[in-house]
């Protein structure tokens, strides 16, 4: 039963002035009773920009906010700023007026542009306006000289600010920047001393400055998608390999490039074209070679129809849900080898990567991955009581969803106080998407076992193991269900890049030691497997799964012909 407007009122009220009584540091507003007070008033509660005592403030998830009041310069003690995932058209002036700012998230709006006061915040050091419709950087950020992390993804940028690249932003260590219209990066680049993590993919990029190799400290980058005139280059970018890559810039590229050595090199680069000339046949084994090098590194991912697998896994989706979280895409992947080496962890990190990234700490979707040995279908995505919701968690004994979620929150509030409340846990972020919800979602198996509660868990009865080579894999979001596509589709590259890793590296397999759960027996020798191992291909199967209402109509799925399109060279998809 929902709350009558008066309800809604007071639990607004309540809050605010809980916050101002109390001389509370932080106030959390979002979701449901957020917007729902702000389509009432058409505002934010005036009285918010009178707490001066915050240090932290997060207004999210509220379609209805629209602008923010330039009274949010009053709240001169801020050092966190969330207004995520709104509908804001801009950001005040005032902001500048916060000097102690050091985060400021303004994500997943409608912003066109940012204020050039956001240059007077002197103590920033992470910056995130990515999901918007911004055309250009504001002037100035090199004032921000303890910028450390900036994303600026998904957006219209065509070009970095002139001051950007600067010495004086000498702590800055991650830009992400993908999905844009980037089409130049100015050498001064390597004027950023602190920069590991870089992310221009997807843009409109075709060289790539051979002064990147400058950067000593970098660790990770990703020019994907970018049509590079060095298709060389471009083959490598779409492998990921980062050493390779900055090996290559430094060298100035095919030896004549702009790397150091290399600019007295013009009469012996004529001379040689002239021999090349000559010799064809060389020529041609060279392209050979190149095509060999490539097959070499192409990933493989084939499309199994639903139509083509009578055993296909269906997932059958409640009314009830819709009003919690309503968007869920799941599909089997097949060919996975977790038994190498430190496969599995590999893959559990990079699961845990794509949660912080893309994901938004689970704030915007949600991974699971079972063991599709242990999942019994249909499955059912469903809305539950909390009370009677009950789960055996990851690592943990059976317990009520309720009850987990208190732990849970508990365990938020002692990372909170660990950190003086400066700032809130990517924990206790995802629990406050259940904050003011009468049931939790789940996907619930033919025996009513509860194998994952989104955003939260999901269940130690799937968990994957080494032996697991063939996966169910679901996606959930309150946002959209293009989120839940895209998420997928990264996590698919992601476990195909991995394979293909370790493919590549012949790690020797092992196994876990336990009692496979699968067949009751103990994994010890892989000498059974050895046949297999020899045989073993990096190529991953991708199963689809058909999501339908409780009626059996359809209502999604995936891998369908629009999924799966990256513009990658060195990955093929076979439908």
């Given at each position: 039963?929902?709350?009558?407007?008066?309800?809604?009122?007071?639990?607004?009220?309540?809050?605010?002035?809980?916050?101002?009584?109390?001389?509370?540091?932080?106030?959390?507003?979002?979701?449901?009773?957020?917007?729902?007070?702000?389509?009432?008033?058409?505002?934010?509660?005036?009285?918010?920009?009178?707490?001066?005592?915050?240090?932290?403030?997060?207004?999210?998830?509220?379609?209805?906010?629209?602008?923010?009041?330039?009274?949010?310069?009053?709240?001169?003690?801020?050092?966190?700023?969330?207004?995520?995932?709104?509908?804001?058209?801009?950001?005040?002036?005032?902001?500048?007026?916060?000097?102690?700012?050091?985060?400021?998230?303004?994500?997943?709006?409608?912003?066109?542009?940012?204020?050039?006061?956001?240059?007077?915040?002197?103590?920033?050091?992470?910056?995130?306006?990515?999901?918007?419709?911004?055309?250009?950087?504001?002037?100035?950020?090199?004032?921000?000289?303890?910028?450390?992390?900036?994303?600026?993804?998904?957006?219209?940028?065509?070009?970095?600010?002139a001051d950007f690249f600067s010495d004086d932003l000498d702590l800055l260590s991650t830009i992400v920047?993908?999905?844009?219209?980037?089409?130049?990066?100015?050498?001064?680049?390597?004027?950023?001393?602190?920069?590991?993590?870089?992310?221009?993919?997807?843009?409109?990029?075709?060289?790539?400055?051979?002064?990147?190799?400058?950067?000593?400290?970098?660790?990770?980058?990703?020019?994907?998608?970018?049509?590079?005139?060095?298709?060389?280059?471009?083959?490598?970018?779409?492998?990921?390999?980062?050493?390779?890559?900055?090996?290559?810039?430094?060298?100035?590229?095919?030896?004549?490039?702009?790397?150091?050595?290399?600019?007295?090199?013009?009469?012996?680069?004529?001379?040689?074209?002239?021999?090349?000339?000559?010799?064809?046949?060389?020529?041609?084994?060279?392209?050979?070679?190149?095509?060999?090098?490539?097959?070499?590194?192409?990933?493989?991912?084939?499309?199994?129809?639903?139509?083509?697998?009578?055993?296909?896994?269906?997932?059958?989706?409640?009314?009830?849900?819709?009003?919690?979280?309503?968007?869920?895409?799941?599909?089997?992947?097949?060919?996975?080898?977790?038994?190498?080496?430190?496969?599995?962890?590999?893959?559990?990190?990079?699961?845990?990567?794509?949660?912080?990234?893309?994901?938004?700490?689970?704030?915007?979707?949600?991974?699971?991955?079972?063991?599709?040995?242990?999942?019994?279908?249909?499955?059912?995505?469903?809305?539950?009581?909390?009370?009677?919701?009950?789960?055996?968690?990851?690592?943990?004994?059976?317990?009520?969803?309720?009850?987990?979620?208190?732990?849970?929150?508990?365990?938020?509030?002692?990372?909170?106080?660990?950190?003086?409340?400066?700032?809130?846990?990517?924990?206790?972020?995802?629990?406050?998407?259940?904050?003011?919800?009468?049931?939790?979602?789940?996907?619930?198996?033919?025996?009513?076992?509860?194998?994952?509660?989104?955003?939260?868990?999901?269940?130690?009865?799937?968990?994957?193991?080494?032996?697991?080579?063939?996966?169910?894999?679901?996606?959930?979001?309150?946002?959209?269900?293009?989120?839940?596509?895209?998420?997928?589709?990264?996590?698919?590259?992601?476990?195909?890049?991995?394979?293909?890793?370790?493919?590549?590296?012949?790690?020797?397999?092992?196994?876990?030691?336990?009692?496979?759960?699968?067949?009751?027996?103990?994994?010890?020798?892989?000498?059974?497997?050895?046949?297999?191992?020899?045989?073993?291909?990096?190529?991953?199967?991708?199963?689809?799964?058909?999501?339908?209402?409780?009626?059996?109509?359809?209502?999604?799925?995936?891998?369908?012909?629009?999924?799966?399109?990256?513009?990658?060279?060195?990955?093929?998809?076979?439908?």
């Open positions: 039963m929902e709350a009558g407007d008066g309800d809604w009122s007071a639990l607004w009220a309540e809050k605010i002035e809980k916050a101002e009584k109390e001389k509370r540091r932080e106030l959390v507003l979002q979701g449901q009773l957020t917007d729902k007070k702000i389509q009432q008033t058409s505002s934010l509660n005036p009285k918010i920009y009178s707490l001066t005592l915050l240090n932290y403030l997060e207004i999210s998830q509220s379609p209805s906010l629209r602008e923010i009041d330039a009274g949010i310069g009053n709240l001169i003690h801020l050092q966190s700023l969330l207004l995520c995932r709104n509908k804001l058209s801009e950001i005040p002036r005032a902001v500048g007026s916060l000097k102690s700012l050091k985060v400021l998230d303004v994500s997943v709006n409608e912003l066109q542009a940012l204020p050039e006061e956001i240059s007077q915040l002197c103590d920033l050091n992470t910056l995130n306006v990515s999901c918007n419709q911004i055309k250009a950087l504001p002037t100035g950020l090199s004032k921000c000289v303890k910028l450390a992390i900036i994303n600026i993804s998904k957006n219209e940028i065509s070009a970095f600010p920047a993908n999905e844009n219209a980037i089409a130049d990066i100015s050498g001064e680049i390597s004027n950023l001393s602190a920069l590991k993590n870089l992310d221009l993919s997807n843009n409109k990029l075709t060289e790539i400055p051979s002064e990147l190799a400058d950067c000593s400290k970098l660790k990770e980058i990703n020019f994907r998608g970018n049509k590079l005139k060095d298709k060389r280059l471009e083959k490598m970018v779409n492998g990921c390999q980062t050493k390779s890559v900055l090996d290559y810039l430094r060298a100035g590229g095919r030896g004549k490039g702009k790397g150091k050595g290399k600019q007295d090199s013009g009469e012996k680069d004529d001379s040689r074209e002239k021999e090349k000339k000559k010799r064809p046949d060389k020529r041609q084994k060279n392209r050979k070679e190149e095509e060999e090098e490539e097959d070499l590194n192409r990933m493989v991912v084939r499309v199994l129809h639903v139509s083509d697998s009578p055993t296909a896994v269906t997932v059958k989706v409640t009314a009830l849900v819709k009003e919690v979280r309503p968007y869920i895409v799941c599909c089997v992947v097949k060919g996975m080898n977790l038994k190498s080496g430190n496969a599995l962890k590999r893959f559990l990190t990079a699961q845990i990567k794509l949660h912080d990234e893309i994901c938004e700490k689970r704030t915007k979707a949600t991974i699971a991955t079972h063991d599709l040995q242990l999942v019994k279908g249909p499955l059912l995505y469903d809305a539950r009581s909390p009370k009677t919701l009950k789960i055996v968690p990851l690592g943990r004994k059976e317990i009520k969803a309720a009850d987990l979620v208190r732990q849970l929150q508990l365990e938020a509030e002692e990372q909170r106080k660990q950190r003086k409340r400066q700032n809130v846990s990517g924990l206790h972020k995802y629990l406050q998407l259940l904050d003011d919800k009468e049931n939790y979602p789940c996907v619930v198996d033919a025996e009513d076992h509860v194998i994952s509660f989104p955003p939260i868990t999901n269940s130690e009865k799937t968990k994957m193991r080494k032996s697991t080579s063939e996966l169910f894999v679901e996606v959930t979001s309150s946002t959209s269900l293009q989120v839940c596509k895209d998420v997928m589709d990264s996590l698919i590259l992601k476990m195909a890049e991995l394979n293909k890793f370790t493919f590549d590296h012949k790690e020797e397999a092992s196994f876990d030691l336990e009692t496979d759960p699968a067949n009751g027996e103990t994994a010890s020798e892989p000498a059974a497997n050895e046949n297999a191992e020899k045989e073993a291909s990096p190529e991953l199967t991708v199963q689809q799964v058909r999501i339908v209402d409780t009626d059996g109509s359809l209502k999604v799925v995936y891998p369908s012909k629009t999924d799966l399109n990256m513009d990658i060279s060195n990955l093929t998809v076979v439908r």
